[in-house]
Antibody, heavy 118, light 110 residues
Framework: EVQLVESGGGLIQPGGSLRLSCAAS????????MSWVRQAPGKGLEWVSI???????YYADSVKGRFSISRDNSKNTLYLQMNSLRADDTAVYYC????????????WGQGTLVTVSS | QVVLTQPPSVSGAPGQRVTISCTGS?????????VHWYQQLPGTAPKLLIY???NRPSGVPDRFSGSKSGTSASLAITGLQAEDEADYYC??????????FGGGTKLTVL
């Protein structure tokens, strides 16, 4: 059974850093496209970043230069390093698996809440 | 990058048919990007409803259907039920720049 479990969220002051983890089971993270998607309170879904199976990465303009996506194949875990956090980064962060090498998501984690506030 | 535009809200009575539109900003027609649809119930992660414009994953009722013509896609829900009240998102993917979501549509069952 495919499972994605996010962790690492919490309350952080503006300007701070946080690393989110997404532990995967039932499949190999490195074999799939994987994305982070966030949802601010009461708002819609916003794609944050993708890492392709070959290692290429892309970021939304809103996080480019501040966030970094990576994976640890030995731990079968996806990460999102978030630096220079701002109040508008406050959101539930989901990791999501892409189906095969396609654009849509077939599995989602339960999400982890990041609150950026002083 | 593609921008996907959805109506903020739609509504319908039980048993009725509703449609949710998703209009892409790209001008090219025909082959191009595929559109996918998700349902999000309050407090839960999104769930895939339709992939590649018109395909339903196993377990999704056939009351849900999708279509795409040119730069516009639609999600149709027939035989509306109270449990269908949720937020619906369209989504596409551009290999050059990543993933994009529509702004979401809140479906209210009257």
């Amino acid at each position: 059974e495919v499972q994605l479990v996010e962790s690492g969220g919490g309350l952080i002051q503006p300007g701070g850093s946080l690393r989110l983890s997404c532990a995967a089971s039932g499949f190999t993270v490195s074999s799939r496209y994987m994305s982070w998607v966030r949802q601010a309170p009461g708002k819609g879904l916003e794609w944050v970043s993708i890492i392709y199976s070959g290692g290429r990465t892309y970021y939304a303009d809103s996080v480019k230069g501040r966030f970094s996506i990576s994976r640890d194949n030995s731990k079968n875990t996806l990460y999102l390093q978030m630096n220079s956090l701002r109040a508008d980064d406050t959101a539930v962060y989901y990791c999501a698996r892409h189906y095969a090498s396609s654009g849509y998501f077939d599995s989602w984690g339960q999400g982890t809440l990041v609150t950026v506030s002083s | 990058q593609v921008v996907l535009t959805q109506p903020p809200s739609v509504s319908g009575a039980p048993g009725q048919r509703v449609t949710i539109s998703c209009t892409g900003s790209r001008s090219k027609t025909g082959a191009g990007y595929n559109v996918h649809w998700y349902q999000q119930l309050p407090g839960t992660a999104p769930k895939l409803l339709i992939y590649d414009n018109s395909n339903r994953p196993s377990g999704v009722p056939d009351r849900f259907s999708g279509s795409k013509s040119g730069t516009s896609a639609s999600l149709a829900i027939t035989g509306l039920q109270a449990e269908d009240e949720a937020d619906y998102y369209c989504q596409s993917h551009d290999s050059l720049s990543g993933v994009v979501f529509g702004g979401g549509t809140k479906l209210t069952v009257l």
